[in-house]
T-cell receptor
Framework: QKEVEQNSGPLSVPEGAIASLNCTYSDRGSQSFFWYRQYSGKSPELIMSIYSNGDKEDGRFTAQLNKASQYVSLLIRDSQPSDSATYLCAPQPNTNAGKSTFGDGTTLTVKP | GAGVSQSPRYKVAKRGQDVALRCDPISGHVSLFWYQQALGQGPEFLTYFQNEAQLDKSGLPSDRFFAERPEGSVSTLKIQRTQQEDSAVYLC????????????FGSGTRLTVV
């Protein structure tokens, strides 16, 4: 079992719809959780971080965290074609020498 | 600088050749990470520096891989006697020392071994 599991997709949604991206992780020591967006041929870009159970909203993006279930998700409201990318989930331990472990990502396509 | 700078952007190496990949992190970011990303997969951890100290090199796939950051700023990832399986994108990322900060990635170096 991989440390970080994401549905590989591809996930396809129509423009204006809600896209839901899910991630489960195995390391209970994970304390910080990050979502990165990676456009084809580009490097990952940090878009959301969440540290506490519950929801965190930033514009059209909402991250949800449930540490008991070891589950983190990303919701994208009013999806736009420009949101088409691969989304990487990356938990990180709360230590001074912590490194993020990345999932393989979910590829999202938003159709006009 | 304003962002993480990596060079070269692309590198083609003949099998058996040595290569050196450079990373210049964001000024003031003491944490520096190297990742390897194969097509269709997420980044895989290689090694981590805090200033000049290499705190974790557990992800380096073999003793042909070596990384250094002698003055706590620029880092170099060296691959000796390259093999075809080394072909990948090598990503460098830097981060604030404060725990729980995410990464800023460089543009990556795409290495192709022929």
């Amino acid at each position: 079992q991989k440390e970080v599991e994401q549905n590989s997709g591809p996930l396809s949604v129509p423009e204006g719809a809600i896209a839901s991206l899910n991630c489960t992780y195995s390391d209970r020591g994970s304390q910080s959780f990050f979502w990165y967006r990676q456009y084809s041929g580009k490097s990952p870009e940090l878009i959301m971080s969440i540290y506490s159970n519950g929801d965190k909203e930033d514009g059209r993006f909402t991250a949800q965290l449930n540490k008991a279930s070891q589950y983190v998700s990303l919701l994208i409201r009013d999806s736009q074609p420009s949101d088409s990318a691969t989304y990487l989930c990356a938990p990180q331990p709360n230590t001074n020498a912590g490194k993020s472990t990345f999932g393989d990502g979910t590829t999202l396509t938003v159709k006009p | 600088g304003a962002g993480v700078s990596q060079s070269p952007r692309y590198k083609v190496a003949k099998r058996g050749q040595d290569v050196a990949l450079r990373c210049d992190p964001i000024s003031g970011h003491v944490s520096l990470f190297w990742y390897q990303q194969a097509l269709g997969q997420g980044p895989e951890f290689l090694t981590y520096f805090q200033n000049e100290a290499q705190l974790d090199k557990s992800g380096l796939p073999s003793d042909r891989f070596f990384a250094e950051r002698p003055e706590g700023s620029v880092s170099t990832l060296k691959i000796q006697r390259t093999q075809q399986e080394d072909s990948a994108v090598y990503l460098c990322a830097s981060s604030s020392i404060r725990v729980g900060y995410g990464y800023t990635f460089g543009s990556g170096t795409r290495l192709t071994v022929v």
